[in-house]
């Protein structure tokens, strides 16, 4: 195994493909670090649900960079990483890849139950463009440690650039605790977990275990976690509000006004309600619409939000000044 070296501090991510020259142009640059409120990106679908909505993608991606996200994670849970076929999946990476054009990092969810395809995936997340690639741990299995600590190597292995970790063990089935996470934090390239499991002191303890090696971004309780140290979160309601959700990062870890960064957590805390829980993806997608940002609907098994939710839901986004006058 190999120490990974303790990078800058304060730098942007750096490793970027050239899209003015061509497309297989080798990255010129590596990645430093992340920080910040990185979107984990909605998939958009066709009408009929049928295919990617190319269009809507590339609109998506575009908005969000316009808006302020400082970083996007297409394919993750709320990208329905599941529900897209394998050429789905590359043309979601580079289509995210292509028109990104190195202003933000793109980190692409390249989980699988099985090792060799999340290899394959991270291999390919790579060679497309991305700097970096989220990887949740096999979510049926139920992998001892030894098996957990195998998957993210040989995934971390395979690739240059870096790794996080999702532990998120209310859907994955699996817990990875601070200790175990330090212990992968001296792999080569594993440098970074969003921390889901919804304790907070473990932002301390992945710090102090890992003697700096890994970076916590948020999964929940992004204030709390940021205050205590996290470097930034994955956000959901980052495809939402973009700039507020950026601003609860950049408020929160600014050394000025770190009372401003509560303040908008608190006022986004009704749409994370709104949009949490077991339907999470489909309010997401509904909120999306009721902004002007029309993503299509989840795919089976998922179904749309039940319209009983959506009035709430709109009051959420009125409170917020964001819903389309037409929606409200």
Known sequence: MVVSPKLPQNMMASRRVNRETTATQEAAFDITEFRGSFTVMVTPFTEDGAAIDEKALRRLVEWQIEQGAPGLIPLGSTGEFLSVSTDERTRVVEITVDQAAGRVPVIIGTADEWTPKAVRYSKEAERLGADGVMVV???YSSPTEDELFEHYRQIAE???IPVMVYNNPNTANVDLLPPFLARLSEVDNIRY???????IARVREIDHLSEGRMTVFAGYHAYDSIRLGAKGWVSVCGNIVP???ADVYDLTAGKEDTAGGGETYHRLLPLLDAISGDLYVSATKAAMALIGMPVGEPRLPRLTL????IAGLKRVLADLGVVKDEAA
């Open 243 to 245: 700039r507020l959700s």
């Open 158 to 160: 395979a690739i240059s």
């Open 137 to 139: 741990p096999p979510y």
């Open 193 to 199: 977990v969003k921390e889901s499991s919804g304790d």
């Open 306 to 309: 039940p319209e009983t939710k």
